[in-house]
């Protein structure tokens, strides 16, 4: 935990599981509560995150070792760049809420690269405060996929998405690169899902809340039925 600095929140789950979704009322709840946000996500918006966006998005073709290493040089440019990075943010006291980091890393190349190799190439990223996963089975996840979009990404049929549900509680499990560990069942409404995050959060919240210095009292702390 980093004292007086911001904290670094990153949210996990396959693709269509609600990370964005969860992320942004997580980023109303905290804003409404006179905390500084600032929202990313992983690829970046970077130069490399363009190109692995493009991998991910099949108009580019590298091979699996190839994208790993991408992945791994767009996350530092995405934590230590000097002009927009995540760690000049937390350092600022701004919170940075993250749309994958590295466990996304280790779940989705984890079938064709070796772990260990992974956590070699991601050894100096920031470890997040805290980790929330959305735990969304895989057909209601290609369910919701295939009603936001027609085309196709890289890892967006079901047995991959069956393969990847597999290795991310796997490297969960392992509580690398995690920090504090909340789940919630991403299977759930939109709002269900929410109450179920912020009831975790909060317990997290009430046990440094005078080292982050934020002014929440016990009533601050309600969920509002609007978010």
Known sequence: ???EKGQFIVFEGLDGAGTSTQLARLQRWLSSRGV???VTKEPSSGPLGAMVRLAIETRLALDPKTLALAFAADRV???ENQINGVRKA???GRWVLCDRYVLSSLAYQG???DIEWLLAINRFALEPDVTIFV?????NCLQRIRLRSSSVELYDSYEQLKKVMRNYR???AQRQFVGHLITVNGNEAEASVFEELIEQFQE???KFVSQARIPLSPTDLMLPESL
């Open 1 to 3: 935990m980093r004292d």
């Open 77 to 79: 440019d995405h934590i």
């Open 36 to 38: 500084a946000v600032e």
């Open 170 to 172: 796997r490297v969960v």
């Open 111 to 113: 079938e064709e690269v």
């Open 135 to 139: 735990d969304t089975n895989a057909e």
């Open 90 to 92: 937390l350092d600022n």
């Open 204 to 206: 997290w919240l009430t």
